[in-house]
């Protein structure tokens, strides 16, 4: 069936560093994949996300790019703030449907 | 409304009792999806409704949980005989059908206690 792994958490970082959350994916066909994001307090909402492979999708400094070859997703931000802390997902919904299905969440914590 | 609405936002019950959680999706969204997410947990698929199509029931966890979608929009999952392990927080979300840049929008969700 379809579904998604995405890195353990927590992630603990300093602010202004490199941030990777991985995600990769098993899905028949050509999935799309998103990237949601849940900031204390409040509801998921979508950051980013890839319909096609190759695609690279941005987002408020994220990027994500689509890897068929390797079926993964990767999000990355070259300098995370303190206001970056949040749960992230990692999600998918399948190229014949719109079931989707999501990563465990990573959470992040930035430090001043 | 704009947006997805939840409720009750949040619900304590005591074990053994039914509850009944609401969601009214974004109107015009032929797709909606329950989850739950326990603390410290990610996302759990619970149930997926597509327009008229049979709902994706593969998620739920047990023959307590269930969930209807009456009309095409409004979605009530019930949980019969609640038990400790139910408490969790019940997202719900809607997306519109358009091919392959679908984005499921969320409600706020609803905070179930089983005590």
């Known amino acids: 069936g379809n579904s998604v792994t995405q890195m353990e958490g927590p992630v603990t970082l300093s602010e202004e560093a490199f941030l990777t959350i991985n995600c990769t994916y098993t899905?028949?066909?050509?999935?799309?994949l998103f990237w949601y994001v849940q900031y204390p307090g409040e509801g998921l909402q979508l950051l980013l996300k890839a319909t096609k492979a190759d695609d690279k999708g941005s987002n408020k400094g994220f990027e994500a790019t689509y890897r068929k070859e390797t079926t993964s997703f990767h999000l990355e931000k070259g300098s995370v703030q303190v206001s970056d802390s949040a749960v992230y997902f990692c999600?998918?919904?399948?190229?014949?449907?719109?079931?989707?299905?999501f990563g465990a969440g990573t959470r992040l914590t930035v430090k001043p | 409304g704009a947006g997805v609405s939840q409720s009750p936002s949040n619900k304590v019950t005591e074990k053994g009792k039914d509850v009944e959680l609401r969601c009214d999706p974004i109107s015009g969204h032929t797709a909606l999806y329950w989850y739950r997410q326990s603390l410290g947990q990610g996302l759990e698929f619970l149930i997926y409704f597509q327009g008229n199509s049979a709902p994706d029931k593969s998620g739920l966890p047990s023959d307590r949980f269930s969930a209807e979608r009456t009309g095409g929009s409004v979605s009530t999952l019930t949980i019969q005989r609640t038990q400790q392990e139910d408490s969790a927080v019940y997202l719900c979300?809607?997306?519109?059908?358009?091919?392959?840049?679908?984005?499921?929008?969320f409600g706020q969700g609803t905070r179930l206690t089983v005590v």
């Open positions: 979300a809607s997306s519109l059908v358009v091919g392959r840049n679908t984005e499921a929008f």
């Open positions: 999600a998918l919904s399948p190229y014949n449907n719109n079931d989707m299905r």
């Open positions: 899905a028949t066909g050509y999935p799309s």
